[in-house]
């Protein structure tokens, strides 16, 4: 098989599977500028400490159980990271990792 041809290491699937929802795209995008996507907040400063997962939760127009199961994934292909203060979780995107996704699309 040359390398043109072979598959993505099994490590790269979270990646590429986080990359393939439209509203999962738009979670990075819309934390990629807080500032200008969502309005202040009462705990956490939106850009040091990330976006109430209600915020984006309300943002996409979907439902907890939803926002949470996109949340989940991109956190887990490292894409974003989440941190509790108080009763919430804010979420904030990890800059290194997308970028190393630029490098992934090389391979593919």
């Given at each position: 098989m040359s390398p043109r041809t072979r598959p993505a290491p099994l490590s790269k699937l979270p990646i590429l599977k986080a990359?393939?929802?439209d509203k999962r795209l738009l979670i990075l995008h819309y934390l990629k500028a807080p500032t200008k996507h969502f309005p202040r907040q009462i705990d956490g400063d939106l850009v040091e400490d990330g976006v109430c997962a209600d915020f984006i939760r309300e943002k996409l127009g979907v439902s907890a159980a939803t926002a949470t199961q996109h949340l989940k994934i991109l956190t887990a292909a490292g894409l974003v990271r989440g941190?509790?203060?108080?009763?919430?979780?804010?979420?904030?995107?990890?800059?290194?990792?997308?970028?190393?996704?630029?490098?992934?699309?090389?391979?593919?």
């Amino acid at each position: 098989m040359s390398p043109r041809t072979r598959p993505a290491p099994l490590s790269k699937l979270p990646i590429l599977k986080a990359l393939a929802s439209d509203k999962r795209l738009l979670i990075l995008h819309y934390l990629k500028a807080p500032t200008k996507h969502f309005p202040r907040q009462i705990d956490g400063d939106l850009v040091e400490d990330g976006v109430c997962a209600d915020f984006i939760r309300e943002k996409l127009g979907v439902s907890a159980a939803t926002a949470t199961q996109h949340l989940k994934i991109l956190t887990a292909a490292g894409l974003v990271r989440g941190t509790r203060i108080k009763q919430w979780t804010f979420f904030k995107r990890c800059d290194d990792a997308i970028a190393s996704v630029r490098a992934l699309s090389d391979e593919l």
